[in-house]
């Protein structure tokens, strides 16, 4: 099976502006995670999206929102872009059907970097 | 709120050494307990899990953890370290039950393991 795949893989924007992440799970995999990951902060969780709703958001303000569609393909869009939003974004999928013990299998990352 | 703490961030051993990563958790409900692993430039990579059962669990890569529940730990072992082992290990935990427990995973902040020739 091919695994998670994320694009684009590099990103460079100005602050201000906006932009979408792509995330591809694995076939037959119903939810997909969003994570970012920083020096500073390290790995936070974003929001987790199991057949189209969103199950779980974390402590991110609203520029940052996402979406799944039916083929479980997930988006996640970041607005009005600030410098601290450079950062590593990971996007994870699992069967969903037992949220804390699926295992969460990871992507490559999108790594996005705001001038 | 569930939180996980890793001692050192930079643990160095020499090729043919134990490795031991450490990793303590804080949660108000049994856990589940994950180690992952990440390369430069690359996404984590699950080494093994802990839900129930067995305490001491087998990965792979000849990684293993046990869950010690009266000391809240879960640390990572390898009984001889190879150079394809430097990385960085993160500790995750994941909520038993409740709403907030969907697809969210709790990371510590990472131990980056160097192995010396």
């Known amino acids: 099976k091919a695994g998670v795949t994320q694009t684009p893989r590099y990103l460079i924007k100005t602050r201000g502006q906006q932009v979408t992440l792509s995330c591809s799970p694995i076939?037959?995999?119903?939810?997909v995670s969003w994570y970012q990951q920083t020096p500073g902060q390290g790995l936070q969780f974003l929001f987790e999206?199991?057949?189209?709703?969103?199950?779980n958001k974390g402590n991110f303000p609203g520029r940052f929102s996402g979406r799944q569609f039916s083929n479980s393909r997930s988006e996640m869009n970041v607005s009005t872009l600030e410098l601290g939003d450079s950062a590593l974004y990971l996007c994870?999928?699992?069967?969903?059907?037992?949220?804390?013990?699926?295992?969460?299998?990871f992507g490559p990352g999108t790594r996005l970097t705001v001038l | 709120a569930q939180s996980v703490t890793q001692l050192g961030s930079h643990v160095s051993v020499s090729e043919g050494a134990l490795v031991l990563l450490r990793c303590n958790y804080s949660?108000?409900?049994?856990?589940?307990l994950f180690w992952y692993v990440q390369y430069p430039n690359q996404g984590l990579q699950l080494l093994l899990k802990?839900?129930?059962?067995?305490?001491l669990v087998k990965g792979i890569n000849g990684f293993e953890a046990e869950f010690k529940k009266s000391e809240t730990s879960f640390h990572l072992t390898k009984p001889s370290a190879h150079m394809s082992d430097a990385a960085e290990y993160f500790c995750?935990?994941?909520?038993?039950?409740?709403?907030?427990?969907?697809?969210?995973?709790?990371f510590g902040q990472g131990t980056i393991l160097t192995v010396h020739p």
């Open positions: 994870a999928s699992s069967l969903g059907g037992r949220p804390s013990t699926d295992t969460q299998y």
């Open positions: 076939s037959g995999h119903r939810s």
């Open positions: 999206y199991f057949s189209e709703t969103q199950r």
């Open positions: 949660s108000s409900v049994p856990p589940y």
């Open positions: 802990y839900t129930t059962g067995a305490t």
């Open positions: 995750a935990v994941s909520q038993t039950a409740g709403g907030t427990s969907y697809g969210k995973l709790t």
